[in-house]
């Protein structure tokens, strides 16, 4: 963060900090293939995030192919007809940058971190894999043995961690018949049947411009990202097989009250969930902020109704929170949650805690409660701007399932505006004692406490 | 590159002893200055050395309460973050009272003068600030974050629970809650169960093995938290670190503020180095059913101030330290699909110097990741690196430093680092040229001489297979 012309000088009055403030304008426009781009100015290092984020994800796999998005993220770092073998990672990180992906049921993501002058050659990376990826379809080569390490990083994702495996169940079982209802690494069997010809499958029907966001956040401005993105990315043509649309559909709300329960000899402590049909902030916009503003209050910290009354008068549990997903495209659950205090069973844990959830559902909000924690929520958007991966994540992640840059620029107006008769009818619309749920209990194996 | 022109002011001048030169700034028309809720100190004359370094330009001065502070100003995002750390930690605690510096850290921001726990936190929400602090085995630190807007009142606050903290016993008793939960979840934790196997085996007697039982959490009490309190935190030993929307004349009055209730100063033994090069290498396996087996691999470390440091920092790079750049992660991940990842790393910390590692693979591939792990450095020590190997290790490591400064809550923790270490403030600007002078004589005679397997200690948790060891004896009792 060097400046040049500031060398040696005190700041005596003000900063300009609100004048600057005006200057933070993230701002979007589309390649003539169909790329959307977004451009995050910030300036104070000189320093660059680069995503490139695809519009398909686990949600979007054919029935018995589960895990291939993912799968097919880790075969992008392989090899395209211009570079060789492993070669990707060496020429980024020789360029002193970081990279690596990730993938979702409703996005897969590529990323580059670099000093600004190397900007253009990340794009130049992202550009060939985007349209030369090989395969190597050798059954004993490179394809097989990253599906190896695949299968160990469900292992140790998932396999290894009994809160885990019981959570895995239960979303299953929540998304039933719904593209969310495998887990976005797949099914072990199935991952370890997935060949070099499924991973071509997938890149020839999903993998074209015209599917894809950049994401630039950094030391750059609208016109220089517009510049290098024309030079590397429009040349591409679209490839004109992403016709299907997403595989979106509404969750379907649960339909009957459930117990899932997993004993495992690790469990130490026992854990106590339920999981409720919520919001979605693309499908429901205004019901799944006011349940934010609502869970907040009910289950969100320290000062939340759950954890002053069972953790600290009651002392019934150790923790005890309330969240929602609403942050994929479609409906996530919406969770109660706790753990007990020594020697206290799940039973009453779960009779004190219902108590707590029923009293707010009769008797609402205090206004109080409620400007304090929508105030959290917009403040919370202010310290976030404070890491430049997390704003590039925070505009792809919300750009890829459909939203707008204005709606994320609005945000902390929009969660201001919530009043304390929205969140509490948002939360009596999800945990009325009318509404249907699945029960989730983590315990020790039989013998094991 | 963003330049952001200070307002050039008299005051300031006279005080200015900074070792950049003035004649540098070439003026640019000053900005108005934007009315704001931070007040300047009354005081004329705080002595402010700037200095302008590669990666920031970091203020230092002394408070006239005299607390050392090294502060970016960051006007672009209205926030303020403040870090304070003070030498002692958990290494520290007394005899038998494993869990005293977690009890007293743990209670900084339940409760301070007329307000307990719940009403401590509502005025923390209600300024949409954090204060929170943490103990680790020989650093106690505390970090403050506020909307700048807010900070006068964020400071204030987190003022009170220096100057009249409570420790009262609801969050006292909530504290041994917790604690005896963990004491029981810890027991299939595999990477405690990891850390607990290399204590015992490597450094049983040393303060770093220390941890919470039963007995000693029953010893503890709320006195004796305010008792310590006063121990870990003074003021002769406070260092602290800032970034944010704010400038040294507002920030100083404010770190007076948070400061004026520490006493003065305390005594703390320090904490005698751990000496792994004196250790017997050990096998451990500990029993956990589980699909996967974490393996973990630790020798001798290097000190900084030694010859052989930079070059290791660089070897680290090639041996486990650059991702897939690394060679155990082409072997191990990509050539045999052994591993979701391994890594390596180097600590510094004079008082327990290791070169570490470690990764998880399914209990059936146990023994086989372990050879592999060993042939790789076999191939290291009797060879050591080649040039193309050096010089992608050194583009990287210098080209990606930059990306450390990205934000004000890296830079904070940057310039705590270099404070805890006494790196000096011309740190950041030295360390690159350090890396770029070392030779590929300089990594292999490290190599030579750090990496042969036999100087490793092997940890495995899980039910490995293929390995020939007996299992550790009194593993956890399912």
């Known amino acids: ?449 | 590159m963003r330049t952001t022109q200070f307002l050039l002011a008299s005051v300031a001048l006279s005080a200015l002893t900074g070792c950049s030169t003035i004649s540098g700034w070439l003026g640019g028309a000053p900005q108005a200055p934007v009315a704001g809720t931070l007040v300047e100190a009354s005081k004329p004359g705080l002595a402010v050395t700037v200095h302008d370094g590669e990666f920031a330009e970091i203020q230092q001065f002394v408070t006239p309460g005299g607390v050392s502070v090294w502060l970016v100003s960051e006007p672009s995002i209205p926030i303020v973050a403040v870090q304070m750390a003070w030498k002692a930690g958990s290494a520290s605690d007394p005899a038998a009272a494993e869990g005293l510096s977690e009890l007293v850290t743990y209670s900084m921001n339940e409760g301070a003068g007329g307000l307990d726990s719940l009403g401590f936190q509502t005025a923390m929400e209600d300024l949409n600030m954090s204060f929170s602090c943490a103990a680790g085995a020989e650093w106690t630190s505390c970090s403050i974050s506020s909307l700048t807007d807010n900070a006068p009142a964020a400071m204030a606050l987190a003022a009170t629970a220096f100057a009249a903290p409570r420790f009262d016993e609801g969050p006292f008793e909530r504290f041994l809650r917790e604690e005896s939960v963990g004491l029981k979840t810890r027991e299939t934790n595999s990477g405690y169960l990891a850390w607990r196997a290399t204590t015992q085996a490597l450094y049983p007697d040393h303060p770093f093995a220390r941890e919470t039982t039963e007995e000693s959490l029953a010893s503890l009490t709320p006195d004796k938290a305010r008792a310590h309190m006063r121990t870990l935190m003074t003021r002769d030993r406070l260092i602290v670190t800032a970034v944010g929307a704010v400038s040294p004349e507002q920030l100083a009055p404010l770190i007076d503020q948070v400061a004026a209730g520490l006493p003065d100063t305390s005594t703390i033994a320090p904490v005698a180095p751990a000496d792994l090069t004196k250790a017997p290498v050990a096998k451990v396996i500990v029993d956990l059913p589980q699909p996967q087996s974490l393996v973990r691999f630790i020798g001798p470390g290097i000190d900084r101030n030694s010859p052989d440091f930079f070059p290791a920092f660089v070897l680290n790079y090639t041996v486990g330290g650059g991702g897939f750049e690394s060679r155990l992660m082409k072997t191990l991940r990509v050539a045999k699909g052994l591993t979701y990842g391994i890594s390596t790393s180097l600590d510094p910390n004079p008082s327990l110097l290791t070169w570490s590692g470690g990764g998880q693979t399914k209990n059936e591939s146990a023994g086989e990741f372990i050879t592999g792990v060993k042939d790789e450095m076999k191939a290291f020590a009797a060879s050591g690196v080649t040039e193309p190997e050096l010089a992608d290790a050194k583009a990287y490591l210098i080209g990606s430093y930059p990306l450390g400064f990205d934000s004000n809550a890296k830079i904070a923790g940057q310039m705590m680092s270099v404070r805890q270490e006494n790196l000096g403030v011309d740190y950041f600007d030295r360390r690159n040229k350090l890396i770029e002078a070392v030779t590929i004589e300089d990594v292999n005679r490290v190599a030579g001489t750090y990496l042969d397997p036999d100087r490793f200690s092997f940890i495995i948790v899980g039910q490995p297979e293929g390995i020939e060891m007996p299992a550790l004896a009194g593993s956890p009792a399912p």
Do not use: C
């Open chain 1, 1 to 449: 963060m060097k400046r040049s012309l500031a060398a040696g000088l005190l700041a005596l009055l003000a900063l300009p900090a609100f004048a600057e403030e005006a200057v933070w304008a993230p701002s979007t426009f589309t390649l003539d293939n169909g790329m959307e781009v977004v451009v995050i100015p910030d300036h104070r290092a000189p320093v660059v995030t680069h995503m490139v984020w695809y519009k398909v994800g686990a949600a979007d796999e054919a029935p018995g192919k589960s895990g291939i998005a993912h799968l097919f993220e880790h075969v992008m770092f392989k090899q395209t007809k211009n570079i060789g073998p492993e070669e990707f990672t060496s020429i980024v990180q020789r360029s002193g940058g970081q990279l690596n992906a990730f993938t979702s049921w409703d996005y897969t993501a590529y990323f580059e971190r670099v000093a600004k002058p190397q900007l253009g050659k990340m794009m130049e990376l992202e550009a060939e894999r985007m349209v030369n990826l090989i395969i190597n379809d050798d059954p004993g080569g490179p394809f097989i043995s990253e599906r190896d390490v695949v299968k160990e990083e469900r292992r140790q994702r998932i396999d290894n961690n009994p809160g885990v495996i019981l959570q895995e169940k239960v979303l299953s079982e929540f998304w039933k018949g719904h593209p969310y209802e495998i887990t976005v690494i797949g099914r072990m069997e199935e991952v370890a049947a997935l060949t070099p010809q499924d991973g071509l499958d997938f890149y020839k029907q999903y993998y074209s411009p015209g599917n894809a966001i950049l994401v630039v956040a950094g030391d750059v401005t609208p016109d220089e990202v517009r510049t290098l993105a024309e030079q590397h990315y429009g040349a591409i043509a679209p490839t004109g097989t992403v016709t299907a649309g997403r595989k979106w559909q509404p969750v379907t709300p649960l339909a009957e009250t459930q117990l899932m329960t997993h004993a495992d000899p690790k469990v130490r402590q026992p854990g106590w969930t339920r999981y409720y049909t919520g919001y979605s902030q693309r499908r429901q916009p205004a019901d799944a902020l006011a349940l934010e503003v609502g869970l907040e209050i009910l289950g969100g910290g320290m000062t939340s109704r759950l954890y002053q009354s069972l953790v600290e008068q009651q002392q019934l549990a150790i923790s005890a929170n309330a969240f929602a997903w609403t942050t994929l495209h479609d409906e996530g659950p919406a969770v109660l949650s706790a753990s007990p205090a020594p020697g206290v069973t799940l039973d009453a844990l779960e009779t004190a805690l219902m108590a707590e959830v029923e009293k707010v559902l009769a008797e609402g909000f205090t206004e109080k409660e409620v400007v304090r924690a929508r105030n959290k929520l917009a403040a919370d958007a202010i310290y976030g701007r404070d890491s430049q991966s997390g704003m590039a994540n925070a505009f792809g992640a919300w750009l890829a399932i459909g939203g707008t840059v204005e709606e994320i620029l609005a945000y902390p107006d929009t969660v201001r505006a919530i009043t304390p008769e929205q969140a509490i009818a948002a939360v009596r619309a999800v945990f009325g004692s009318e509404k249907h749920y699945i029960e989730a209990h983590l315990v020790p194996a039989e013998g094991y406490l």
